[in-house]
């Protein structure tokens, strides 16, 4: 399945770029430590905010890996951006915790901000080395357990860069809330 709809919380799957989705209020950065731009993720989303992002997001930095902050969209069509730095797979530990800490922050501060609409990459599966399959779990086993507690939060889109990757959460999504 692609999309599936749970205790009236949309969660849909979608190839694409994360810089690229206008009709959501906040996207998720995979972020680094210092809130800069990077590559993946980070790249893309600083290349399409511009410098201001990076202005905005200094004082707000270091952050640990698990934690998630909030700065405004700048030039992406966002209001907000949600940065979230996760773990680096084999050095950051636990990371499966760590892991469900960015997406369980992200929400929280979407749920803070009465956001509606948001989309998450697939955090720590690029740079950071995380195998999709069990990252995709741990989002998506993170998005189950909050869900009843959201008010605000009525659609939860994962971005994805490839097709290969679109067959790896389909089966996950599956196995999780099928
Ligand atoms: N839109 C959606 N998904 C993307 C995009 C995009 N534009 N670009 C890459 N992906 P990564 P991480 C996928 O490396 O593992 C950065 O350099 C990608 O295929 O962006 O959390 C930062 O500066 C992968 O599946 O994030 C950090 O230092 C997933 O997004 C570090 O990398 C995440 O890949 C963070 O590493």
Redesign the pocket.
Known sequence: MRETKQSGITIELKR????NQPEIAAVVN???AEL??????????HRAAGPELTEETRSMAPIEPGEAVISGGHNLPNEYIIHCL?PVYGEDKPEDKLLANCYSNALDLAEDHQIERIAF??????????P?KDAARVAFQTVQEKMNGLEYVSLIRF????EG?IAVHEDVMEEVFG
Do not use: E
């Open positions: 694409g770029d994360i810089a995979a972020a680094n800069r731009i990077g590559g993946g993720v980070a790249g893309a989303i996760g990459p697939s955090i720590s599966t690029g740079a950071f080395g995380y999709m971005v994805l860069w490839s990757d």
